[in-house]
């Protein structure tokens, strides 16, 4: 299994990002995916979840409003659309199999003027 994220940067406060996260080693479409994020001296935290066809998301109090889960099953692909970025949204965001316990290396996100 990899999961492998791209997209971090550094925006601007009220900017935009999107993140993805491609996957392989398994099948894809069967699966639930999530985001989680952590920022410095803090714990991991769940941001978004998306059920294995897509149809059911859950989000963080935090960013609901504000980010997209989606995925593309044909593309072996889950995005993070991000948008209205806060300060506090920096931090290292994670894919996850939640359901196998892999995790992806992580990208860092930077919102800062």
């Known amino acids: 299994v990899q999961l492998v994220e791209s997209g971090g940067g550094l925006v601007q406060p009220g900017g935009s990002l999107r993140l993805s996260c491609a996957a392989s080693?398994?099948?894809?479409?069967?699966?639930?995916m999530s985001w989680y994020r952590q920022a410095p001296e803090k714990e991991r935290e769940l941001v978004a979840r998306i059920s294995s066809g897509g149809g059911t998301t859950n989000y963080a109090d935090s960013v609901k409003g504000r980010f997209t889960i989606s995925r593309d099953n044909a593309k072996n692909t889950v995005y993070l659309q991000m948008n209205a970025l806060k300060p506090e949204d920096t931090a290292v965001y994670y894919c996850n199999l939640p359901q196998r316990g892999y995790w992806g290396q992580g990208t860092q996100v930077t919102v800062s003027s």
């Open positions: 080693g398994f099948t894809f479409s069967m699966y639930i």
